[in-house]
């Protein structure tokens, strides 16, 4: 069974940085891409970029460019994103999704940027 | 970047119609199309893939169909458990991009 597991909810100060992460289990991790995708209170899916799990080769989104980093691990089949420079417009729920037909996700993780 | 134009926004309807959500392309995007469904504090779930496929355990009341740039989700027969945010995907080319929603609610 294909699972993503993604880490527990986040509590942030502006400014600081913060980085999830994304276990893959069920199927071969360097086989597919790790795509992250936003979603802020109340609104739509935003697209962050992806990971080319077996080689670490990134595309991101201009918006996300200076803002994600995107990482994978192959050894413990993880996938990470790191969020940097926080501020409230980044408060949101970020998904990890399996590239390809995209018909896996991650549970979500909610990050929060407060003082 | 592709802009995926979707509409309505909101969708009232009641149990047993039929009903139909579109987006359109501002650029070829092939069959690059997904469709989403999403229920309230979940994830995303894929409902039809290649613009007019199935995905896996999806109910047959769910179809998709392409009309050059229109790409349409349809769902017949509406079932209390349809009621969720709907949303199309292009993973045509890079920056991948959402639609803005479909909220589907009862009437």
């Known amino acids: 069974e294909v699972l993503l597991q993604q880490s527990g909810a986040e509590l942030v100060r502006p400014g600081s940085s913060v980085k999830i992460s994304c276990k893959a289990s069920g199927y071969t991790f360097t086989d597919y891409y790790m795509h992250w995708v936003k979603q802020r209170p109340e609104q739509g899916l935003v697209w962050i970029g992806r990971i080319n799990s077996a080689n670490a080769n990134t595309v991101y989104a201009d918006n996300f460019k200076s803002k994600a980093t995107l990482t994978a691990d192959k050894s413990s089949n993880t996938a990470y994103m790191q969020l940097s420079s926080l501020t409230s417009e980044d408060t949101a729920t970020y998904f990890c999704t399996r590239g390809g037909k995209y018909d896996y996700w991650g549970q979500g993780v909610m990050v929060t940027v407060s003082s | 970047d592709i802009q995926m134009t979707q509409s309505p926004s909101s969708l009232p309807a009641s149990l047993g119609d039929r009903v139909t959500i579109t987006c359109r392309a501002s650029?070829?995007?092939?069959?690059?199309l997904r469709w989403f469904q999403q229920k309230p504090g979940k994830s995303p779930r894929l409902m039809i893939h290649?613009?007019?496929n199935l995905a896996a355990g999806v109910p047959s009341r769910f179809s998709g169909s392409r009309s050059g740039s229109d790409y349409s989700l349809t769902i017949n027969s509406l079932e209390s458990e349809d009621m969720a945010i709907y949303y199309c995907l292009q993973h045509s080319e890079y920056p991948l991009t959402f639609g803005s929603g479909t909220k589907l609610e009862i009437k």
């Open positions: 650029q070829d995007i092939g069959n690059y």
């Open positions: 290649g613009a007019t």
